[in-house]
Structure formats: structure tokens, C-alpha cells
């Protein structure tokens, strides 16, 4: 987490409060950190972060959609920022898709 928040930081934002959320409690086998946090501003973001070998996908890209609305159901609450951060390799697609559906995707991380 504290990388996390140390990249934020460099970016010039800053949050209040920020949680990790397990994907056992969504029901998933994945591995990827799951973030709710809240900025100074009191803007709620989600923010997953996937640190892979492998490709990301647009099939990924779905799976994380369907992730996030499990997120909202959990949380009961509609964040007004969604990110995925990430450090693997990125389909174009994949990226296209998540930006298509309101995502930022940042791939500078570490």
C-alpha cells in the first residue's frame, strides 16, 4: 500500500483514507489489490492494481468490469473514479475498452 500511495503522491494526489479490499470478499481467485479510497476533495475512487507476467487482455478487461460492479454492490456506493494500475503488458483493445467505460488506465507504475 505504501507504494501505492507514494506513486499517488508523485501525481499530486492525495488521499484522506484508502482500504484494501481481499477479492475473496467479491469472489474472486484473482490476484489483484483492490483499493477504495478517498481523496482530499471527498471524491471515492476504486483503484485495482495488477502486477502480472502475462498480457492483459480484453477478456481481463471484461472480467475487471465485472469485478468492479461486484465492488459497488459490496461498498453500496458509485465511485466517481476508476482506475486500473497496472505493470504488466497492455492490449490496445483491452486499454480501449476500460477507457471506453469511464477507466483510467495508468501503466507508469514502478
Known amino acids: ?19 484494501l479490499i481481499e477479492p475473496k470478499v467479491l469472489g474472486s481467485r484473482k490476484k489483484i489489490e483492490i483499493y477504495t479510497a478517498t481523496d482530499i476533495k471527498s471524491s471515492y475512487w476504486a483503484i485495482f492494481k ?5 498480457r492483459f487482455i480484453r477478456k481481463n478487461a471484461q472480467e475487471l ?15 466517481k473514479y476508476k482506475e486500473l494500475v497496472i ?3 497492455l492490449c490496445s ?6 477507457q471506453e467505460n469511464d477507466w483510467r488506465v495508468r501503466v507508469d507504475f514502478m
Do not use: C, Q, R, V
Open 1 to 19: 500500500m505504501k507504494e501505492l500511495t507514494t506513486y499517488y503522491t508523485k501525481k499530486n494526489i492525495l488521499f484522506k483514507n484508502i482500504s
Open 93 to 98: 483493445k483491452a486499454k480501449t475498452f476500460l
Open 50 to 54: 495488477i502486477d502480472s507476467k502475462s
Open 65 to 79: 468490469l465485472e469485478l468492479y460492479e461486484k465492488l459497488k454492490e459490496y461498498k453500496d456506493h458509485n465511485f
Open 87 to 89: 505493470t504488466s503488458p
